[in-house]
């Protein structure tokens, strides 16, 4: 076949090298050249056909193979996700006694989903942009354009942004780790020092919650340098009972304990008094009044119900006995 192109008054001599304008020719390209021994066709297919064609592979192989692994580890991403929630919220589900949320399993699946979602999103997220920007790259790079203005102007890009938002990127952290770390939910009753109420809603940039006098707050997450929950597997409701200071301290604390024993025992009570109540005894000395502390486990976020309830409950004990409640001295 050679011989036979060799001897064609079109054919010309020379080599792939030259023909294919490469010092290193494709296999395509060499292939070409020993079928038509043209040097003019050669560097034709070279010039308009063979880097074109691998060029359009290249191009079409790396977005596949990003596609391919953008796709399994969001896959990936949502399955450790929903598991890491699950596993959290099954485990703290058992110490709630069913009572957080007044038992509405509505409320519990809420702050679930709504923790696996924001913490898959983002972390999807981050991930496309990894992997699709590296194809980008690559992509740039397959078809002969410099790519270290680019990156030279990405780069002081990047650092002026980071500048210019730092206070959003500390929150978005912020939110992050706090939703990583399982801080508080849906639900909670926190205080974060500037405002304590019930969360209501959580981001990575913000956290709304509203208060007992109905009062939204919206507290950027990078803002909150420490949090109190007072919604994370049990609570104590702590009463300082002050009575005159000649009252008879152990006829006191018999009829704390009985009054608080009744109520531990009431049907409507036993679910939120996780333990067996405890009066510790003289808690201070105040003036004309002596201060006798009383305290009970509870459920999360049901300190203020037992407490008053059982406030009620001292009081009318103490009406029958004819204890005399004092007020304590200010110190």
Same mark, same amino acid.
């Given at each position: 076949?050679?011989?036979?192109?060799?001897?064609?008054?079109?054919?010309?001599?020379?080599?792939?090298?030259?023909?294919?304008?490469?010092?290193?020719?494709?296999?395509?390209?060499?292939?070409?050249?020993?079928?038509?021994?043209?040097?003019?066709?050669?560097?034709?297919?070279?010039?308009? %056909?063979?880097?074109?064609?691998?060029?359009?592979?290249?191009?079409?192989?790396?977005?596949?193979?990003?596609?391919?692994?953008?796709?399994?580890?969001?896959?990936?991403?949502?399955?450790?996700?929903?598991?890491?929630?699950?596993?959290?919220?099954?485990?703290?589900?058992?110490?709630?006694?069913?009572?957080?949320?007044?038992?509405?399993?509505?409320? %519990?699946?809420?702050?679930?989903?709504?923790?696996?979602?924001?913490?898959?999103?983002?972390?999807? *997220?981050? *991930?496309?942009?990894?992997?699709?920007?590296?194809?980008?790259?690559?992509?740039?790079?397959?078809?002969?354009?410099? %790519?270290?203005?680019?990156?030279?102007?990405?780069?002081?890009?990047?650092? $002026?942004?980071?500048?210019?938002?730092?206070?959003?990127?500390?929150?978005?952290?912020?939110?992050?780790?706090?939703?990583?770390?399982?801080?508080?939910?849906?639900?909670?009753?926190?205080?974060?020092?500037?405002?304590?109420?019930?969360?209501? $809603?959580?981001?990575?940039?913000?956290?709304?919650?509203?208060?007992?006098?109905?009062?939204?707050?919206?507290?950027?997450?990078?803002?909150?340098?420490?949090?109190?929950?007072?919604?994370?597997?049990?609570?104590?409701?702590?009463? @300082?009972?002050?009575?005159?200071?000649?009252? @008879?301290?152990?006829?006191?604390?018999?009829? %704390?304990?009985?009054?608080?024993?009744?109520?531990?025992?009431?049907?409507?009570?036993?679910?939120?008094?996780?333990?067996?109540?405890?009066?510790?005894?003289?808690? +201070?000395?105040?003036?004309?009044?002596?201060?006798?502390?009383?305290?009970?486990?509870?459920?999360?976020?049901?300190?203020?119900?037992? +407490?008053?309830?059982?406030?009620?409950?001292?009081?009318?004990?103490?009406?029958?006995?004819?204890?005399?409640?004092?007020?304590?001295?200010?110190?």
């Amino acid at each position: 076949m050679s011989l036979v192109l060799g001897l064609l008054p079109w054919a010309e001599k020379g080599t792939p090298e030259v023909a294919c304008k490469d010092d290193t020719p494709t296999t395509a390209c060499r292939l070409v050249w020993n079928i038509s021994r043209d040097t003019g066709f050669t560097s034709f297919y070279a010039t308009w %056909l063979d880097k074109p064609i691998a060029t359009a592979l290249m191009i079409i192989l790396t977005f596949v193979v990003a596609l391919i692994v953008k796709n399994v580890v969001h896959r990936a991403i949502t399955r450790v996700t929903l598991r890491m929630a699950e596993g959290t919220m099954s485990e703290r589900v058992k110490e709630r006694s069913r009572t957080v949320f007044d038992g509405s399993p509505a409320l %519990l699946n809420q702050r679930r989903a709504q923790r696996a979602k924001t913490l898959g999103s983002v972390l999807r *997220s981050i *991930s496309s942009i990894i992997i699709m920007g590296t194809a980008a790259f690559t992509i740039l790079g397959s078809l002969g354009l410099n %790519l270290a203005p680019i990156l030279a102007s990405a780069s002081v890009i990047g650092v $002026a942004v980071g500048f210019g938002a730092q206070n959003i990127v500390k929150d978005f952290l912020a939110g992050l780790f706090m939703l990583l770390e399982d801080q508080y939910g849906v639900g909670d009753i926190i205080d974060v020092g500037s405002a304590k109420g019930t969360v209501e $809603a959580v981001t990575l940039r913000v956290t709304r919650m509203r208060d007992v006098n109905g009062v939204v707050w919206y507290v950027p997450n990078g803002e909150i340098k420490k949090v109190g929950n007072e919604s994370q597997n049990w609570g104590r409701a702590v009463l @300082d009972i002050p009575v005159d200071i000649h009252e @008879d301290t152990e006829k006191v604390k018999d009829l %704390l304990q009985a009054a608080a024993d009744e109520m531990a025992a009431s049907p409507d009570w036993d679910d939120l008094i996780l333990e067996k109540p405890s009066v510790w005894g003289v808690q +201070a000395l105040a003036g004309d009044a002596i201060v006798i502390r009383v305290v009970l486990k509870t459920a999360p976020g049901k300190q203020g119900d037992v +407490a008053r309830e059982l406030r009620e409950r001292v009081k009318r004990a103490f009406d029958e006995a004819g204890v005399s409640v004092a007020t304590p001295a200010a110190t």
